[in-house]
Nanobody, 119 residues
């Protein structure tokens, strides 16, 4: 079975940094692109970042460009989201997804990690 497990969420002050990790198992990790989505209460789930199977191509939502960096370590079956310069509007549950690039649908989701940006 496919499993995606996020970690690294929490409470951070505006301007602070946080790194999310997503540990993957149950599929050939280096065959698939991976993505990060987020969803705030009452809002639509939105794509934050995507990364190709070996990390050569990256995509970011306009709202996070210059602040967030997606990366992956295929030897560890792990994808990361480094978040710098965090703003209150970044507050959401962040989800790791299998796929989600090149217009393809996410086929598997992690359980989500809460990120709260507040003073």
């Amino acid at each position: 079975q496919v499993q995606l497990v996020e970690s690294g969420g929490g409470l951070v002050q505006p301007g602070g940094s946080l790194r999310l990790s997503c540990a993957a198992s149950g599929f050939t990790f280096n065959n698939d692109p991976m993505s990060w989505y987020r969803q705030a209460p009452g809002k639509e789930r939105e794509l934050v970042a995507g990364i190709s199977s070996v990390g050569g191509i990256k995509h970011y939502a306009d709202s996070v460009k210059g602040r967030f960096t997606v990366s992956r370590d295929n030897a560890k079956n792990t994808v990361y989201l480094q978040m710098n310069g965090l703003k209150p509007e970044d507050t959401a549950v962040y989800y790791c997804g299998r796929g989600g690039m090149y217009g393809y649908t996410v086929s598997s989701w992690g359980q989500g990690a809460q990120v709260t940006v507040s003073s």
